[in-house]
Protein backbone atom coordinates (compact mmCIF):
# COMPACT_ATOMS: atom_id res chain seq x y z
CA UNK A 1 0.00 0.00 0.00
CA UNK A 2 1.59 3.51 -0.97
CA UNK A 3 1.58 6.11 1.29
CA UNK A 4 -1.26 8.48 0.36
CA UNK A 5 -3.33 5.28 0.37
CA UNK A 6 -1.99 4.72 3.69
CA UNK A 7 -3.07 7.79 4.69
CA UNK A 8 -6.09 7.76 3.53
CA UNK A 9 -6.87 4.69 5.25
CA UNK A 10 -5.94 6.23 8.62
CA UNK A 11 -8.75 9.08 8.06
CA UNK A 12 -11.28 6.91 6.82
CA UNK A 13 -10.85 4.57 10.22
CA UNK A 14 -10.88 7.77 11.99
CA UNK A 15 -14.01 8.49 10.36
CA UNK A 16 -15.32 5.91 11.05
CA UNK A 17 -14.80 6.34 14.78
CA UNK A 18 -16.16 9.95 15.61
CA UNK A 19 -19.24 9.63 12.53
CA UNK A 20 -22.05 7.48 11.96
CA UNK A 21 -21.17 4.57 9.95
CA UNK A 22 -23.93 3.13 8.59
CA UNK A 23 -24.23 4.84 5.32
CA UNK A 24 -27.59 4.12 4.96
CA UNK A 25 -28.25 7.28 3.52
CA UNK A 26 -27.52 9.48 6.51
CA UNK A 27 -23.96 10.57 7.22
CA UNK A 28 -23.36 11.80 11.09
CA UNK A 29 -20.41 13.80 11.98
CA UNK A 30 -19.66 14.15 15.00
CA UNK A 31 -16.40 15.80 15.18
CA UNK A 32 -15.95 18.99 12.90
CA UNK A 33 -12.27 18.54 12.37
CA UNK A 34 -13.19 14.93 10.54
CA UNK A 35 -15.86 16.65 8.29
CA UNK A 36 -12.81 18.82 7.30
CA UNK A 37 -10.70 15.91 6.06
CA UNK A 38 -13.58 14.10 4.22
CA UNK A 39 -11.90 13.07 1.17
CA UNK A 40 -13.86 9.96 -0.06
CA UNK A 41 -16.87 10.50 -2.01
CA UNK A 42 -20.40 9.31 -0.56
CA UNK A 43 -23.55 8.66 -1.62
CA UNK A 44 -25.16 9.80 1.52
CA UNK A 45 -28.49 12.20 0.98
CA UNK A 46 -28.51 13.82 4.39
CA UNK A 47 -25.76 15.28 5.89
CA UNK A 48 -26.61 15.28 9.99
CA UNK A 49 -23.41 17.53 11.59
CA UNK A 50 -23.86 16.56 15.24
CA UNK A 51 -21.14 18.56 16.86
CA UNK A 52 -20.86 22.01 18.93
CA UNK A 53 -18.59 23.68 16.94
CA UNK A 54 -17.31 25.74 14.17
CA UNK A 55 -15.77 25.34 10.33
CA UNK A 56 -13.79 27.60 8.60
CA UNK A 57 -15.91 29.07 5.75
CA UNK A 58 -13.55 27.65 3.26
CA UNK A 59 -13.82 24.27 4.40
CA UNK A 60 -17.28 24.41 4.66
CA UNK A 61 -16.99 25.83 0.68
CA UNK A 62 -14.99 23.38 -0.19
CA UNK A 63 -15.94 19.80 1.10
CA UNK A 64 -19.97 21.03 0.30
CA UNK A 65 -19.13 22.41 -3.11
CA UNK A 66 -17.27 19.27 -4.66
CA UNK A 67 -17.81 16.02 -5.42
CA UNK A 68 -18.02 14.53 -1.69
CA UNK A 69 -21.75 15.36 -1.97
CA UNK A 70 -22.90 14.77 -4.84
CA UNK A 71 -26.46 13.30 -4.15
CA UNK A 72 -27.35 15.62 -0.85
CA UNK A 73 -30.66 17.03 -0.28
CA UNK A 74 -30.86 17.35 3.37
CA UNK A 75 -28.66 19.21 5.97
CA UNK A 76 -29.57 18.94 9.90
CA UNK A 77 -27.61 20.36 12.61
CA UNK A 78 -27.31 19.33 16.11
CA UNK A 79 -29.74 22.08 18.50
CA UNK A 80 -26.94 22.60 20.42
CA UNK A 81 -24.76 23.92 17.63
CA UNK A 82 -23.90 27.99 18.39
CA UNK A 83 -22.86 28.14 14.66
CA UNK A 84 -25.34 26.96 12.73
CA UNK A 85 -29.13 25.44 12.18
CA UNK A 86 -31.16 24.10 9.23
CA UNK A 87 -33.87 25.92 7.74
CA UNK A 88 -35.33 23.69 5.27
CA UNK A 89 -32.79 21.05 4.95
CA UNK A 90 -30.37 24.05 3.81
CA UNK A 91 -27.60 25.17 6.60
CA UNK A 92 -27.64 28.81 8.31
CA UNK A 93 -25.70 30.53 10.58
CA UNK A 94 -27.59 30.48 13.51
CA UNK A 95 -28.87 33.80 13.95
CA UNK A 96 -30.72 33.13 10.67
CA UNK A 97 -29.62 36.24 8.40
CA UNK A 98 -26.73 33.83 6.20
CA UNK A 99 -27.67 31.15 4.04
CA UNK A 100 -24.40 29.17 4.04
CA UNK A 101 -25.32 26.19 1.84
CA UNK A 102 -27.84 24.87 -0.16
CA UNK A 103 -27.72 20.95 -0.70
CA UNK A 104 -26.47 20.17 -4.49
CA UNK A 105 -29.18 17.61 -5.09
CA UNK A 106 -32.18 19.58 -3.27
CA UNK A 107 -35.00 20.43 -5.91
CA UNK A 108 -38.50 22.10 -5.97
CA UNK A 109 -39.46 25.40 -5.61
CA UNK A 110 -37.46 27.39 -3.01
CA UNK A 111 -38.63 30.04 -0.65
CA UNK A 112 -35.75 31.69 1.10
CA UNK A 113 -37.41 32.93 4.75
CA UNK A 114 -37.61 36.06 5.74
CA UNK A 115 -34.85 37.22 7.69
CA UNK A 116 -32.18 36.26 5.85
CA UNK A 117 -30.27 38.82 5.01
CA UNK A 118 -27.02 37.18 3.03
CA UNK A 119 -26.37 34.51 0.79
CA UNK A 120 -23.23 33.25 0.76
CA UNK A 121 -20.34 32.73 -1.88
CA UNK A 122 -21.12 29.15 -3.58
CA UNK A 123 -24.52 29.04 -1.63
CA UNK A 124 -26.22 26.75 -4.43
CA UNK A 125 -23.37 26.21 -6.72
CA UNK A 126 -24.39 24.03 -9.50
CA UNK A 127 -27.48 22.79 -7.88
CA UNK A 128 -28.97 20.34 -9.90
CA UNK A 129 -32.68 20.64 -8.91
CA UNK A 130 -34.21 23.75 -7.96
CA UNK A 131 -36.43 25.40 -10.48
CA UNK A 132 -37.41 28.41 -8.87
CA UNK A 133 -36.11 31.23 -6.37
CA UNK A 134 -38.05 33.61 -4.10
CA UNK A 135 -35.73 36.09 -2.36
CA UNK A 136 -37.15 37.35 1.13
CA UNK A 137 -37.80 41.14 1.46
CA UNK A 138 -34.76 41.34 3.95
CA UNK A 139 -32.16 40.11 1.59
CA UNK A 140 -29.44 42.77 1.49
CA UNK A 141 -26.18 40.84 -0.57
CA UNK A 142 -25.66 38.07 -2.40
CA UNK A 143 -21.87 36.48 -2.27
CA UNK A 144 -19.47 35.46 -5.45
CA UNK A 145 -21.02 32.74 -7.71
CA UNK A 146 -24.28 32.14 -5.08
CA UNK A 147 -26.11 30.49 -8.41
CA UNK A 148 -23.65 29.44 -10.56
CA UNK A 149 -24.41 26.85 -13.07
CA UNK A 150 -27.51 26.16 -11.52
CA UNK A 151 -28.79 23.08 -13.86
CA UNK A 152 -32.71 23.56 -13.56
CA UNK A 153 -33.32 26.74 -12.67
CA UNK A 154 -35.62 28.62 -14.31
CA UNK A 155 -36.93 31.72 -12.39
CA UNK A 156 -35.93 34.18 -10.05
CA UNK A 157 -38.21 36.41 -7.77
CA UNK A 158 -35.74 38.87 -6.50
CA UNK A 159 -38.30 40.47 -3.87
CA UNK A 160 -38.61 43.93 -2.58
CA UNK A 161 -35.38 44.66 -0.49
CA UNK A 162 -31.85 43.84 -2.62
CA UNK A 163 -30.50 46.49 -4.10
CA UNK A 164 -27.75 45.30 -5.98
CA UNK A 165 -27.14 41.82 -7.56
CA UNK A 166 -23.39 41.20 -7.70
CA UNK A 167 -20.39 44.07 -7.40
CA UNK A 168 -16.43 44.15 -7.22
CA UNK A 169 -16.12 41.44 -4.97
CA UNK A 170 -19.62 39.34 -6.00
CA UNK A 171 -19.17 38.63 -9.75
CA UNK A 172 -21.02 35.51 -11.71
CA UNK A 173 -24.24 34.93 -9.43
CA UNK A 174 -25.88 32.76 -11.91
CA UNK A 175 -23.75 32.40 -14.57
CA UNK A 176 -24.25 29.07 -16.26
CA UNK A 177 -27.74 28.82 -15.38
CA UNK A 178 -28.94 27.98 -18.53
CA UNK A 179 -32.88 26.92 -17.92
CA UNK A 180 -33.61 30.58 -17.38
CA UNK A 181 -35.25 32.31 -20.07
CA UNK A 182 -36.51 35.53 -18.81
CA UNK A 183 -35.46 37.97 -16.05
CA UNK A 184 -37.51 41.15 -14.74
CA UNK A 185 -34.70 43.02 -12.44
CA UNK A 186 -37.26 44.75 -10.10
CA UNK A 187 -36.89 48.67 -9.42
CA UNK A 188 -35.15 48.77 -6.85
CA UNK A 189 -32.28 47.24 -8.40
CA UNK A 190 -29.49 50.17 -8.35
CA UNK A 191 -26.39 48.03 -10.33
CA UNK A 192 -25.72 44.30 -11.91
CA UNK A 193 -22.64 43.23 -11.19
CA UNK A 194 -19.48 41.32 -13.54
CA UNK A 195 -20.25 38.27 -14.99
CA UNK A 196 -24.18 37.87 -13.45
CA UNK A 197 -25.54 36.28 -16.21
CA UNK A 198 -22.95 35.50 -18.19
CA UNK A 199 -23.37 32.23 -20.38
CA UNK A 200 -26.86 31.62 -19.71
CA UNK A 201 -27.09 30.67 -22.98
CA UNK A 202 -31.00 30.41 -23.24
CA UNK A 203 -31.85 33.86 -21.28
CA UNK A 204 -33.94 35.98 -24.29
CA UNK A 205 -35.47 38.79 -22.36
CA UNK A 206 -34.38 40.65 -19.23
CA UNK A 207 -36.55 43.67 -18.51
CA UNK A 208 -35.10 46.84 -16.76
CA UNK A 209 -37.17 49.47 -14.67
CA UNK A 210 -36.30 53.16 -14.09
CA UNK A 211 -33.86 53.27 -10.98
CA UNK A 212 -30.99 51.10 -12.17
CA UNK A 213 -27.66 53.19 -12.26
CA UNK A 214 -25.15 50.53 -13.77
CA UNK A 215 -24.42 47.46 -15.45
CA UNK A 216 -21.27 46.28 -15.27
CA UNK A 217 -18.88 44.14 -17.82
CA UNK A 218 -20.30 41.08 -19.46
CA UNK A 219 -22.87 40.90 -17.17
CA UNK A 220 -25.04 39.77 -20.25
CA UNK A 221 -22.41 38.25 -22.08
CA UNK A 222 -23.42 35.12 -24.24
CA UNK A 223 -26.95 34.58 -24.20
CA UNK A 224 -29.50 34.61 -26.07
CA UNK A 225 -30.94 38.33 -25.47
CA UNK A 226 -30.90 40.41 -28.97
CA UNK A 227 -32.92 42.99 -28.18
CA UNK A 228 -33.06 45.83 -24.86
CA UNK A 229 -34.67 48.39 -23.50
CA UNK A 230 -32.42 51.02 -21.50
CA UNK A 231 -34.23 52.94 -18.88
CA UNK A 232 -33.34 56.81 -18.53
CA UNK A 233 -31.55 56.09 -14.72
CA UNK A 234 -29.14 54.13 -16.34
CA UNK A 235 -25.91 55.71 -16.14
CA UNK A 236 -22.90 53.67 -17.16
CA UNK A 237 -22.25 50.18 -18.67
CA UNK A 238 -19.56 47.93 -18.81
CA UNK A 239 -17.63 46.39 -21.46
CA UNK A 240 -19.54 43.83 -23.50
CA UNK A 241 -22.47 43.89 -21.31
CA UNK A 242 -24.56 43.49 -24.16
CA UNK A 243 -22.49 41.07 -26.57
CA UNK A 244 -25.48 39.40 -27.98
CA UNK A 245 -27.70 42.47 -28.53
CA UNK A 246 -28.34 44.17 -31.91
CA UNK A 247 -30.88 46.18 -31.55
CA UNK A 248 -31.49 48.94 -28.42
CA UNK A 249 -33.52 51.25 -27.24
CA UNK A 250 -32.31 53.88 -25.08
CA UNK A 251 -33.96 56.73 -23.17
CA UNK A 252 -31.49 59.55 -22.59
CA UNK A 253 -33.97 61.96 -21.33
CA UNK A 254 -32.56 61.62 -18.40
CA UNK A 255 -28.87 60.44 -18.56
CA UNK A 256 -26.63 59.25 -21.39
CA UNK A 257 -25.21 55.88 -20.06
CA UNK A 258 -21.63 55.81 -20.54
CA UNK A 259 -19.90 52.91 -22.75
CA UNK A 260 -22.61 52.06 -24.16
CA UNK A 261 -20.65 51.09 -27.30
CA UNK A 262 -18.63 49.29 -25.78
CA UNK A 263 -20.96 47.26 -24.16
CA UNK A 264 -22.09 45.94 -28.03
CA UNK A 265 -19.75 46.62 -30.45
CA UNK A 266 -17.59 43.84 -30.50
CA UNK A 267 -13.48 44.16 -32.14
CA UNK A 268 -12.72 40.57 -33.76
CA UNK A 269 -9.69 40.37 -36.04
CA UNK A 270 -11.84 38.63 -38.79
CA UNK A 271 -14.92 41.23 -38.81
CA UNK A 272 -15.00 40.71 -42.63
CA UNK A 273 -16.80 37.56 -42.40
CA UNK A 274 -19.68 39.56 -39.79
CA UNK A 275 -22.63 41.29 -41.41
CA UNK A 276 -24.92 41.76 -38.31
CA UNK A 277 -26.24 45.34 -38.34
CA UNK A 278 -26.44 46.92 -34.81
CA UNK A 279 -29.23 49.27 -34.10
CA UNK A 280 -29.41 52.12 -31.50
CA UNK A 281 -32.93 53.62 -31.27
CA UNK A 282 -32.51 56.91 -29.51
CA UNK A 283 -35.56 58.27 -27.78
CA UNK A 284 -35.11 61.30 -27.48
CA UNK A 285 -34.28 62.70 -30.89
CA UNK A 286 -36.02 59.77 -32.62
CA UNK A 287 -33.47 58.40 -34.55
CA UNK A 288 -32.28 55.38 -35.13
CA UNK A 289 -28.26 55.03 -36.07
CA UNK A 290 -26.92 51.67 -37.64
CA UNK A 291 -23.67 50.42 -37.56
CA UNK A 292 -21.45 46.82 -37.49
CA UNK A 293 -22.18 44.65 -34.84
CA UNK A 294 -17.93 43.74 -35.23
CA UNK A 295 -15.38 45.78 -36.17
CA UNK A 296 -11.90 44.76 -37.45
CA UNK A 297 -10.03 48.00 -35.14
CA UNK A 298 -10.10 48.94 -31.63
CA UNK A 299 -9.62 52.19 -32.30
CA UNK A 300 -12.96 52.30 -34.45
CA UNK A 301 -14.29 51.04 -31.32
CA UNK A 302 -12.82 53.70 -29.29
CA UNK A 303 -13.63 56.74 -31.38
CA UNK A 304 -17.30 55.59 -31.66
CA UNK A 305 -17.40 55.28 -27.88
CA UNK A 306 -15.76 58.92 -27.43
CA UNK A 307 -18.60 60.19 -29.44
CA UNK A 308 -21.32 58.36 -27.22
CA UNK A 309 -19.70 59.78 -23.76
CA UNK A 310 -19.14 62.97 -25.20
CA UNK A 311 -23.27 63.27 -25.69
CA UNK A 312 -22.55 63.82 -29.90
CA UNK A 313 -23.24 60.49 -31.16
CA UNK A 314 -26.85 61.50 -31.38
CA UNK A 315 -26.32 64.78 -33.08
CA UNK A 316 -25.05 63.70 -35.57
CA UNK A 317 -27.02 62.63 -39.20
CA UNK A 318 -27.67 58.47 -38.86
CA UNK A 319 -25.56 58.68 -42.27
CA UNK A 320 -22.41 59.75 -40.32
CA UNK A 321 -21.53 55.74 -40.11
CA UNK A 322 -21.18 55.31 -43.50
CA UNK A 323 -19.89 59.10 -44.23
CA UNK A 324 -17.15 59.22 -41.72
CA UNK A 325 -16.09 55.60 -40.44
CA UNK A 326 -16.90 53.15 -42.82
CA UNK A 327 -16.96 54.74 -46.43
CA UNK A 328 -13.37 52.98 -47.19
CA UNK A 329 -14.99 49.77 -46.73
CA UNK A 330 -14.85 48.33 -50.40
CA UNK A 331 -17.58 45.56 -51.01
CA UNK A 332 -17.89 44.64 -48.20
CA UNK A 333 -21.91 43.25 -47.19
CA UNK A 334 -21.80 44.96 -44.15
CA UNK A 335 -21.44 48.26 -45.62
CA UNK A 336 -24.58 47.72 -47.56
CA UNK A 337 -26.56 46.13 -45.07
CA UNK A 338 -26.29 49.14 -43.13
CA UNK A 339 -27.01 51.58 -46.07
CA UNK A 340 -30.25 48.70 -46.73
CA UNK A 341 -31.81 49.33 -43.24
CA UNK A 342 -31.32 53.58 -43.08
CA UNK A 343 -33.06 53.54 -45.93
CA UNK A 344 -35.82 51.47 -44.76
CA UNK A 345 -35.85 53.91 -42.00
CA UNK A 346 -35.79 56.99 -43.69
CA UNK A 347 -37.27 56.36 -47.44
CA UNK A 348 -38.21 60.19 -47.78
CA UNK A 349 -34.35 60.57 -46.97
CA UNK A 350 -32.33 62.22 -50.27
CA UNK A 351 -28.96 61.66 -48.80
CA UNK A 352 -29.28 57.71 -48.22
CA UNK A 353 -31.09 57.32 -51.73
CA UNK A 354 -28.28 59.20 -53.71
CA UNK A 355 -25.53 57.33 -51.87
CA UNK A 356 -27.15 53.94 -52.71
CA UNK A 357 -28.13 55.25 -56.38
CA UNK A 358 -24.37 55.59 -57.28
CA UNK A 359 -23.29 51.98 -55.71
CA UNK A 360 -25.83 49.78 -57.92
CA UNK A 361 -22.33 48.32 -59.75
CA UNK A 362 -20.84 47.49 -56.39
CA UNK A 363 -23.89 46.10 -54.72
CA UNK A 364 -24.42 44.16 -57.12
CA UNK A 365 -20.61 42.64 -57.22
CA UNK A 366 -20.92 42.21 -53.40
CA UNK A 367 -23.83 40.40 -53.24
CA UNK A 368 -23.78 38.51 -56.58
CA UNK A 369 -20.93 38.10 -58.22
CA UNK A 370 -18.07 38.31 -55.59
CA UNK A 371 -19.43 35.75 -53.41
CA UNK A 372 -17.70 32.82 -54.24
CA UNK A 373 -14.43 34.68 -54.33
CA UNK A 374 -15.23 36.21 -51.31
CA UNK A 375 -15.40 32.69 -49.57
CA UNK A 376 -12.72 31.43 -50.88
CA UNK A 377 -10.06 34.77 -50.33
CA UNK A 378 -11.52 35.02 -46.26
CA UNK A 379 -11.15 31.28 -46.00
CA UNK A 380 -14.81 30.23 -45.49
CA UNK A 381 -15.29 26.24 -46.07
CA UNK A 382 -16.04 26.08 -49.55
CA UNK A 383 -18.22 22.82 -49.09
CA UNK A 384 -21.43 22.54 -50.24
CA UNK A 385 -23.76 23.46 -47.57
CA UNK A 386 -21.68 26.64 -46.67
CA UNK A 387 -21.62 27.92 -50.04
CA UNK A 388 -25.45 27.66 -50.82
CA UNK A 389 -26.36 29.36 -47.49
CA UNK A 390 -23.52 32.26 -47.93
CA UNK A 391 -25.04 32.50 -51.30
CA UNK A 392 -28.39 32.20 -50.63
CA UNK A 393 -28.24 35.07 -47.89
CA UNK A 394 -26.50 37.74 -50.30
CA UNK A 395 -29.21 36.59 -52.88
CA UNK A 396 -31.57 37.82 -50.46
CA UNK A 397 -30.15 41.17 -49.84
CA UNK A 398 -30.13 41.49 -53.11
CA UNK A 399 -33.47 41.00 -54.25
CA UNK A 400 -34.53 43.80 -50.88
CA UNK A 401 -31.98 46.23 -53.34
CA UNK A 402 -34.15 44.80 -56.20
CA UNK A 403 -37.59 46.33 -54.20
CA UNK A 404 -36.06 49.76 -53.62
CA UNK A 405 -36.00 50.43 -57.66
CA UNK A 406 -32.61 51.30 -57.23
CA UNK A 407 -31.42 49.83 -60.29
CA UNK A 408 -31.96 50.70 -64.36
CA UNK A 409 -32.86 48.18 -66.76
CA UNK A 410 -29.52 47.42 -67.66
CA UNK A 411 -28.17 46.42 -64.14
CA UNK A 412 -32.05 44.39 -63.69
CA UNK A 413 -31.36 42.63 -67.27
CA UNK A 414 -27.38 41.33 -66.40
CA UNK A 415 -28.91 40.60 -62.87
CA UNK A 416 -31.58 38.26 -64.73
CA UNK A 417 -29.33 36.89 -67.22
CA UNK A 418 -26.55 35.61 -64.64
CA UNK A 419 -29.69 34.45 -62.54
CA UNK A 420 -31.03 32.20 -65.53
CA UNK A 421 -27.56 30.98 -65.68
CA UNK A 422 -27.95 29.80 -62.14
CA UNK A 423 -31.28 28.51 -62.69
CA UNK A 424 -32.44 30.97 -60.08
CA UNK A 425 -36.09 30.96 -60.67
CA UNK A 426 -37.19 33.86 -57.52
CA UNK A 427 -34.31 35.93 -58.32
CA UNK A 428 -34.87 35.90 -62.12
CA UNK A 429 -38.81 36.67 -61.03
CA UNK A 430 -38.10 39.47 -58.77
CA UNK A 431 -35.64 40.59 -61.54
CA UNK A 432 -38.19 40.53 -64.25
CA UNK A 433 -41.14 42.14 -62.40
CA UNK A 434 -38.19 45.20 -61.60
CA UNK A 435 -37.43 45.46 -65.20
CA UNK A 436 -41.86 45.79 -65.84
CA UNK A 437 -41.81 48.55 -63.53
CA UNK A 438 -39.14 50.39 -65.32
CA UNK A 439 -40.55 49.83 -69.14
CA UNK A 440 -43.81 51.20 -67.63
CA UNK A 441 -41.99 53.78 -65.84
CA UNK A 442 -40.43 55.07 -69.04
CA UNK A 443 -43.87 54.95 -71.29
CA UNK A 444 -45.03 56.80 -69.10
CA UNK A 445 -42.43 59.53 -68.94
CA UNK A 446 -42.64 58.96 -72.80
CA UNK A 447 -45.94 59.45 -72.99
CA UNK A 448 -45.63 62.97 -70.84
CA UNK A 449 -43.31 64.36 -73.60
Not at 34 to 42: R, W
Not at 47 to 67: A, C, V, W
Not at 177 to 188: A, D, F, G, R, S
Not at 396 to 406: C, Q, R
Request: overall charge negative; glycine content about 4%; proline content about 4%.
Amino acid sequence: MSEKQNANQQIIDSLMEQCDSSFDGRLEIRNPKIFQKLIFSSSANELYLNFDGEISEYSLREQLTNEVFHSLTKIIVSPGNQFYKSIDDILYTKDGKTLIFCPVAKDGELHIPEGTEYIGAYAFFRNRGISKLYFPDSLKYIGNQAFFGMKNLESVDFGKGLKKIGGTSSESIFEGCKQLTEINVPKQIESIGPSVFARCSNLKKVIFHNGLHSIREHAFVHTKITSVFLPSSVMEIGPEAFGSVIDITVDRTINNPAGLIESMVIPVSNAYLCEDVLSIHDVLTGKIFRLPKFVPEDYIVELLSYLWDSNRFCTKTPMFIINDYFKNLRHRPIKYNIMLELYKDNPNDAEIWNKISSLTNQIIETYFDNTTEKMKFYLIPDDTESMKKEKQRHIEKLIEFIGLDIFDETELQYIYDKANKCNDTALMAYAMDAMKKCRDKKDKNDLKI
